[in-house]
C-alpha cells in the first residue's frame, strides 16, 4: 500500500464551526506532514510529526491544532477558522523526519464561510 | 532558513522542444526533490536527488543537482501535451518549496 488517504474531500465550515481533517497511511512511515495550499502558490509546511511526537510548528495560528494518535494516523482540529484560512490541506508521510521523499494525500479542499 | 528559488514561473512550449527549469537554493544541501502537480490535484513525487552530480532521468523528463552551485535543473525533452502542470522543487529539512513553474505544451 503505498497510498496516503485524506477525509473528507471537501469541507465548508462557518467560522464558529469545530471540524477535523483526518489523514491516514499505512506505508510504515514514521513522519507525518500537514501543509497548507492556496491557490497558484507552493505548498507551505505547517506541522511535522516524527515517531508521533510534534517536531516541527510553523507559527501556525492556535485556530489549528494538530494530533498524532498513531504512527499511521494524522488529524488536524480546526476551531474558529477565519475565510482566509479557505485553501487545500495536503497531508504527507515519508519514511523518516524530512530528508526522505514524501508522499502526498489527495487533500482536503477547505472553504470557510 | 532555505530558499528556493524556481525560474522560469511561466512557461509555454511547443510540442516537440526542449526546455530547462532552474532551482537556485541558499544554503548547503546535499538533497533536493521535484514535484509535479496537475490542476486540483496533489503533489506527485518526481524525481529525489541525493548528492552531488545526480542524475536522474523519467520518459522525457531528466532532473540534475549540482550541490556546489546550489542549483537543480529539470530538463524537458520533446514535450508532450501530458507534461503540461506546474512543477516544483523542494529542499530538505524545512520542506522549502519553490514558487512552481507553470508549464504549458501547446500543439
Known amino acids: 500500500d503505498t497510498e496516503v488517504t485524506q477525509t473528507p474531500k471537501h469541507l465548508v465550515m462557518g467560522m464558529t464551526n469545530k471540524k477535523s481533517l483526518k489523514c491516514e497511511q499505512h506505508m510504515g512511515h514514521r513522519a507525518m506532514y500537514w501543509y497548507k495550499q492556496k491557490a497558484k502558490k507552493p505548498p507551505e509546511l505547517m506541522f511535522v510529526?516524527?515517531?508521533?511526537?510534534?517536531?516541527i510548528n510553523e507559527s501556525v495560528p492556535s485556530r489549528f491544532s494538530p494530533e498524532c494518535p498513531n504512527s499511521s494516523l494524522l488529524n488536524l482540529h480546526l476551531h474558529a477558522l477565519q475565510p482566509e484560512d479557505s485553501a487545500l490541506y495536503l497531508c504527507a508521510s515519508s519514511f523518516r523526519d524530512r530528508d526522505y521523499e514524501q508522499y502526498f494525500g489527495p487533500g482536503t479542499r477547505l472553504t470557510v464561510t | 532558513e532555505l530558499k528556493v528559488e524556481q525560474n522560469p514561473l511561466f512557461l509555454s512550449m511547443q510540442e516537440g522542444k526542449n526546455y530547462t527549469i532552474y532551482c537556485n537554493y541558499s544554503?548547503?544541501?546535499?538533497?533536493l526533490y521535484w514535484y509535479r502537480q496537475d490542476p486540483g490535484k496533489s503533489l506527485e513525487s518526481l524525481f529525489v536527488?541525493?548528492?552531488?552530480?545526480a542524475v536522474k532521468q523519467e520518459g522525457r523528463l531528466m532532473a540534475s543537482l549540482d550541490t556546489k552551485a546550489r542549483l537543480s535543473t529539470l530538463h524537458i525533452t520533446a514535450a508532450v501535451h501530458d507534461l503540461s502542470a506546474t512543477y516544483f522543487c523542494?529542499?530538505?529539512?524545512?520542506?522549502?518549496f519553490g514558487a512552481g513553474t507553470r508549464l504549458t505544451v501547446k500543439p
Open positions: 523542494a529542499g530538505p529539512h524545512d520542506m522549502r
Open positions: 544554503t548547503t544541501s546535499d538533497r
Open positions: 536527488l541525493l548528492s552531488n552530480g
Open positions: 510529526y516524527s515517531y508521533e511526537k510534534l517536531s
